[in-house]
Every structure is written in C-alpha cells, then in structure tokens.
C-alpha cells in the first residue's frame, strides 16, 4: 500500500508541474467525477457487451479536463484494473475478469484518454440516453 501511495503522490507531483496545484487538483476532482458518472450509467443502463464504452467514455470525459483530470482517469482506472486481480488471490477463485478482459479494458481507457472518440466501443442497441 506504502508503494501505491509513493506512485500516487510521485505522479501528482510530475503532473502539476506546469500548472498550479488548485487548477490540477480541480481538474482531478472533476474528471473523478466523470468517471463516477460512467461507471453509474455502465450499472444503471445493465447492458450487455457496453463495459468497454463506458470505460473510454469516463477516460475521455475525464481527460478533456486536463492533465488533473487525464491522470485521475488513469489512477483510477489502473486500481480498478489491479483491484480484482487482488480479490482473486484472496479469495483463490476467479472474479470473472481475466487478464485478457482487463488488457482489453485498459485499451479501452488509453482510447478515451487519449481523446479518440468511445463510441468505437459503443454497441449496437445501447439507449441514446448513453
């Protein structure tokens, strides 16, 4: 937890470095709740194959407020990546996320920061509303 802390804080502080730390961690705050905005329409729409969809588009929303929130996109969606790897050795079971399943969500989440647009994950029949 110790090491997760120290790369948190160590790429905070390489982030803020051209810019103030109130504009940065406003940015971070917002683009936070983008992704939590995602993630509630990904449970509230409970549709099947949409995951990658929403996963770039709480990284594109997040990252077109800026570096602060481009890298709370990416430390939350690498924990939430890590988090069921570590359910699994815990548990000694399988949470039904494989590695090839978080690969494919990472790539969705590069997609999304990187500012291309999500609805190449979108599929077909998602409600508009989305």
Same mark, same amino acid.
């Given at each position: ?25 406003? !940015?971070?705050?917002? /683009? ?7 993630? =509630? *329409?990904? #449970? +509230? $729409? ?17 990252? !077109?407020?800026?570096? /602060? ?7 939350? =969606? *690498?924990? #939430? +990546? $890590? ?30 920061? =990187? ?16």
């Amino acid at each position: 937890m110790k090491l997760f802390t120290g790369l948190v804080f160590c790429s905070l502080v390489l982030g803020v470095s051209s810019q103030s730390w109130f504009e940065f961690m406003g !940015q971070a705050y917002e /683009g936070a709740k983008d992704m939590w905005r995602a993630y =509630s *329409d990904m #449970r +509230e $729409a409970n549709y099947k194959n949409s995951d990658k969809y929403f996963h770039a588009r709480g990284n594109y929303d997040a990252a !077109q407020r800026g570096p /602060g929130g481009a890298w709370a996109a990416k430390v939350i =969606s *690498d924990f #939430r +990546e $890590a988090y069921p790897r570590l359910t699994d050795l815990v548990k000694h079971g399988d949470s039904g996320h494989g590695l090839e399943d978080s690969l494919a969500d990472q790539e969705a989440n590069e997609w999304g920061r =990187s500012g291309k647009n999500p609805n190449r994950f979108r599929p077909p029949g998602l409600p508009d509303k989305y």
